[in-house]
T-cell receptor
Framework: NAGVTQTPKFQVLKTGQSMTLQCAQD?????MSWYRQDPGMGLRLIHY???????DQGEVPNGYNVSRSTTEDFPLRLLSAAPSQTSVYFC????????????FGPGTRLLVL | KNEVEQSPQNLTAQEGEFITINCSYS?????LHWLQQHPGGGIVSLFM???GKKKHGRLIATINIQEKHSSLHITASHPRDSAVYIC?????????????FGPGTSLSVIP
């Protein structure tokens, strides 16, 4: 099993550009989530999903969209990139709920100029 | 006040020392998670517990539900234990489906 995969590993964007960060898992996990990690701060929840077709906002959802059309995939879309979105983004998944062992992807490092 | 707090923020230890990292939280929870993040960024789950104590190799995690406190202990520390250790909680009444992370404790073990 590949576990949780994320692409790309690194991306540079200009202000105003849009892009999609990809996340996929092959463990048939219902729960998936996106976090951003900034220096000096803990991981902060952007959006999460408890199953296909169901998504909800986390702590810092502004400027991001998600969808969950399949169990495996949970893409994160930046609508119009801003320098404040420069961060490292992690995708995670777990079996059924958030109260299970969390499996993280390797992260995507995003720089917005 | 953050829902999850950790102490110390930074910790330097000599190889072989016994290490304790503390986590306190302010809300009732369903589960508490300990994670490890090495330089280079990968995040790995070490423990998930809702009561009592768990042990894996040289790592021990305990939780006291009544006091809303958990500890992560590392016995016979080694330089390869150098990493950021993150405490997180899930299942609180205000954030039932969310995992809330603490700020992390940066550990450096010197040979």
């Amino acid at each position: 099993n590949a576990g949780v995969t994320q692409t790309p590993k690194f991306q540079v964007l200009k202000t105003g550009q849009s892009m999609t960060l990809q996340c996929a898992q092959d463990m048939n996990h219902e729960y998936m989530s996106w976090y951003r990690q900034d220096p000096g701060m803990g991981l902060r929840l952007i959006h999460y999903s408890v199953g296909a077709g169901i998504t909800d906002q986390g702590e810092v959802p502004n400027g991001y969209n998600v969808s969950r059309s399949t169990t495996e995939d949970f893409p994160l879309r930046l609508l119009s990139a801003a320098p404040s979105q420069t961060s490292v983004y992690f995708c995670a998944s777990s079996h059924r709920t958030a109260h299970k062992t969390q499996y993280f992807g390797p992260g995507t490092r995003l720089l917005v100029l | 006040k953050n829902e999850v707090e950790q102490s110390p923020q930074n910790l330097t230890a000599q190889e072989g020392e016994f290490i304790t990292i503390n986590c306190s939280y302010s809300v009732g929870i369903s589960a508490l998670h300990w994670l490890q993040q090495h330089p280079g960024g990968g995040i790995v789950s070490l423990f998930m517990l809702s009561s009592g104590k768990k042990k894996h190799g040289r790592l021990i995690a305990t939780i006291n539900i009544q006091e809303k406190h958990s500890s992560l202990h590392i016995t016979a520390s080694h330089p390869r234990d150098s990493a950021v250790y993150i405490c997180a909680v899930s299942g609180s009444k205000t954030s039932y489906d969310k995992v809330i992370f603490g700020p992390g404790t940066s550990l450096s073990v010197i040979p």
